[in-house]
């Protein structure tokens, strides 16, 4: 997805490209938890990234309890948000989707902040439903997926909900060209959005230091959630009998990776990818919930920013691996922006205008190119 295509070029002109890979696009999620944005160009196979930004904005900080987005939290968010539209208007970007979730979803005042970010910042926000949301990250994901099982279930843990979506690997959706992609034809059998994610969470169970117990509380607290949906329970054969996969998509699930690895400094080409066990995912979840806060932050795939909250992504991820039993587990260091950016593409691609050939009169009078 991230490599750039080639194309012959004419003597002493260089490489020529086709006219979409000029082409710059922008895709930006405001999320409960960060702020991250995407500028690419489009690619035989995808899209070759030219600009990339991530920062942790806390914009959902203290939401679960007063059910409005704080001052200080938005003001973080306004500061990202100006660098966004900074780098997009260096970039050229010809089509820009922003969008935000759980935390301007839920929020009293969400609709107040999104008029207030397009007066100050220029860039209009779109407040996506859960269900386009979960849509977006599968179609991010989708080359992640083994088409040697019979069925996967894409768990993208956000900071104010969590999205689950399964699907059906042996269905000819799946096999859909990334300039034809359209995320709401994606063939996801069932989809569950909960109101659960690192942040909201960690502030419902604040982190007894000592007590075994806290970690587990929250394990029970997210299968609670999950064990109340029943459209799923088609697939309950397949996973039992080991012949489904997961795969994962958060920050939280891929700093567990990092762990994993051992790596000194996170290393995105050895994580986006990797295959976990479920024993190895409980293991680094164990080594975690026995770190006091300090101890985490100093190990270098977490650091301050994620200490608080990575538990709590691990938390989510053993509870969705108990209702939900399968020993293998796809890292995925991509997901929504890259599902808003193949989408953006692709629909550029089907609006813009067919060039006609030359045809008789009468040709055209019938109808016909």
């Known amino acids: 997805m991230g490599e750039a295509a080639r194309a012959p070029g004419g003597r002493g002109t260089g490489p020529r490209r086709a006219p979409d890979e000029q082409r710059t696009f922008a895709a930006l999620d405001l999320g ?101 949301e979960a849509q977006l990250s599968v179609a991010g994901c989708l080359n992640l997926l083994d088409r040697t099982s019979e069925a996967a279930l894409v768990l993208d843990v956000g900071g104010g909900s969590t999205e689950l979506s399964w699907i059906d690997l042996a269905d000819r959706g799946l096999d859909v060209d990334p300039k034809r992609l359209a995320h709401w034809r994606l063939p996801i059998k069932a989809w569950l959005s909960i109101p659960m994610g690192v942040v909201t969470l960690a502030e419902r169970f604040p982190e007894r230091v000592g007590d075994g117990a806290w970690f587990r509380d929250m394990v029970e607290a997210v299968k609670h959630e999950l064990a109340a949906f029943p459209h799923a329970d088609d697939f309950r054969p397949i996973f039992e009998a080991g012949r489904a996969h997961l795969v994962g998509t958060s920050g939280a699930i891929t700093s567990l990776a990092g762990l994993h690895l051992g790596l000194r400094r996170y290393d995105r080409t050895k994580v986006d990818g990797l295959w976990m066990t479920r024993q190895e995912c409980e293991t680094v979840a164990n080594r975690l919930a026995s770190l006091g806060p300090v101890e985490r932050a100093a190990e270098p795939c977490i650091g301050p920013d994620r200490a608080d909250l990575v538990l709590a992504g691990a938390a989510i991820l053993q509870a969705v691996q108990e209702v939900w039993p399968c020993d293998r587990v796809r890292v995925a260091d991509r997901g929504l922006r890259e599902g808003l950016l193949l989408s953006l593409m692709s629909e550029q691609r089907r609006r813009r205008p067919r060039r006609r050939r030359p045809s008789r009169p009468a040709a055209r009078e019938a109808g016909h190119e």
Do not use: H, W
């Open 32 to 132: 409960t938890n960060n702020c991250r944005l995407l500028i690419a160009t489009p690619t035989a196979r995808g899209f070759r990234i030219v600009d990339a930004y991530s920062r942790i904005v806390r914009l959902g900080e203290g939401l679960s309890q007063t059910g409005r987005l704080s001052p200080d939290a938005m003001e973080r968010a306004m500061g990202a948000l100006r660098v966004c539209a900074d780098k997009i208007q260096r970039r050229g970007a010809v089509k820009v989707r922003a969008i935000a979730t759980q935390a301007c979803r839920s929020a009293e005042n969400g609709a107040e902040f999104v008029e207030q970010v397009a007066e100050r910042t220029g860039l209009k926000l779109s407040i996506i439903t859960p269900r386009e």
